[in-house]
């Protein structure tokens, strides 16, 4: 196996492990977050797992939300439930998460 194969198959496992989150692979792999950002924009085997991880990581929050969002009571929401409905207003609803 040769050197670029082991370095891909090292982030694209970092990739996942990260759901995405560029900062904490640069920081987990120890490199500059430029240098990463390069490397995914050359291959695309990395901006598809890249891709795949951020979803994966936005299905397992939206799972949580709608769970709490069923247990709020519409008579008598408590203070962090009104900021749950708060946060899924900016940012579902929003054009942040594109759903």
């Not at 640069?26 to 050359?42: A, F, H, V």
Request: hydrophobic content about 35%; charged content about 30%; some cysteine.
């Amino acid at each position: 196996m040769d050197f670029m194969k082991i370095a891909k198959d090292l982030i694209k496992k970092s990739i996942k492990l990260q759901y995405g989150n560029l900062k904490a692979v640069s920081r987990q792999l120890n490199c500059c977050r430029k240098s990463l950002y390069n490397w995914i924009n050359k291959d695309k085997e990395l901006q598809e797992c890249l891709y795949e991880a951020r979803e994966t990581f936005k299905d397992y929050v939206e799972s949580i939300l709608f769970n709490c969002l069923e247990c709020i009571d519409p008579k008598k929401p408590t203070y962090q439930q009104v900021r749950l409905l708060i946060f899924y207003h900016k940012f579902y609803r929003g054009s942040k998460w594109n759903l």
